[in-house]
């Protein structure tokens, strides 16, 4: 956790929140390996996307889960490169925002 978090700090990003998503379900009684969600914004991305289409606010924040699988630990990514599928528009901001989240995910795993 500690590595993600830096390497987002890292890029001048922002953090806004950490889902312990393995303690909610816990304290409603059910059980899973660690799993946490961190929510992290970049503020000129974030803008480009409300300005083309306010409805792709529910793609945000970006995301990055980590999680423990057969007791090794995984970190990966949602993809804000499909977005320019959709809006070609975006296709050069949404490559740019992937490449960065992919960066935190490689620098994280180090």
């Given at each position: 956790m500690k590595s993600v978090l830096e390497a987002i700090k890292k890029r001048g990003l922002?953090?806004?929140?950490?889902?312990?998503?393995s303690v909610m379900l816990a304290n409603a009684g059910f059980s899973i390996e660690p799993l946490s969600i961190v929510e992290f914004c970049s503020e000129k991305?974030?803008?480009e996307l409300l300005r083309t289409d306010v409805k792709l606010?529910?793609?945000?924040?970006?995301?990055i889960s980590i999680y423990v699988k057969d007791g090794k630990t995984y970190i990966s990514a949602l993809r804000p490169s499909a977005i320019g599928d959709f809006y070609s528009e975006l296709t050069d901001a949404a490559e740019q925002e992937d490449a960065l989240n992919l960066g935190i995910v490689k620098e994280a795993k180090i």
């Open positions: 922002r953090v806004l929140h950490i889902h312990d998503i991305f974030a803008s606010s529910l793609m945000m924040p970006c995301k």
